[in-house]
């Protein structure tokens, strides 16, 4: 990254996806926050992946509407079984092991693997939880009240703490310019450009 660069604000605006997107994405955020500010400015939406890259700010700015939190998790599974067979389509397959074939579509999900799965989903959930609790100086407990996967407009958002302050794109780029402490002595690079 540019030396000359003070601070970075990062404009968030995603309804969420996938965990390991999201945690790529937050990686790179912390990296880049162990040098220099970093404030989000929330758009119409930052819930779910779009929180989770958004925690570990140094400060969090959104619309009084913006859909945030969403801190939850969810796996969908599919299960083409039925229609599969009302088209003359099956399937024949071989594994390894009782888990091997736990992501096949062609069949329902035995107990067991639901069991699994919903084990794997805790275990992002929990890690979830804890980045939010993390960056938000927040107890765990207290994230974990607010979290089980609600939306949050971004004025009860702040009264939650989840985030700082009401303000749009040019008020975020005024407080990145105040925490970096370069006054009114700066310039925007859009990265990347339009």
């Given at each position: 990254?540019?030396?000359?660069t ?9 309804p ?6 999201s945690?790529?994405i937050?990686?790179?955020v ?10 989000v ?12 890259v ?17 801190i ?17 389509i099956t ?9 091997a ?10 107990k067991?693997?639901m ?8 275990q ?14 927040l ?5 974990a009240e ?22 749009g ?19 925007i690079?859009?990265v990347?450009?339009?």
């Amino acid at each position: 990254m540019d030396p000359l660069t003070r601070a970075v604000v990062l404009r968030v605006n995603s309804p969420g996806g996938s965990a390991v997107a999201s945690e790529i994405i937050e990686r790179e955020v912390r990296l880049i926050h162990k040098e220099k500010s970093v404030v989000v400015s929330m758009g119409g939406y930052a819930a779910s992946g779009g929180y989770w890259v958004s925690a570990n700010a140094d400060s969090i700015l959104a619309d009084e509407t913006t859909v945030t939190g969403s801190i939850g998790v969810f796996g969908i599974y599919p299960n083409i079984e039925v229609i599969a067979a009302d088209h003359g389509i099956t399937f024949d397959g071989a594994k390894t092991s009782r888990f091997a074939d736990i992501t096949n579509i062609s069949r329902a999900k035995t107990k067991e693997e639901m069991a699994v799965l919903y084990g794997l989903a805790q275990q992002v959930y929990d890690l979830f939880v804890a980045k939010v609790s993390e960056g938000r100086n927040l107890s765990y407990d207290q994230v974990a009240e607010i979290a089980q996967g609600r939306v949050w407009s971004g004025h009860d958002a702040v009264r939650i703490g989840l985030v700082d302050k009401i303000g749009g794109l040019f008020d975020a780029i005024e407080e990145a310019a105040a925490l970096s402490g370069v006054g009114d002595n700066y310039r925007i690079v859009q990265v990347p450009e339009e």
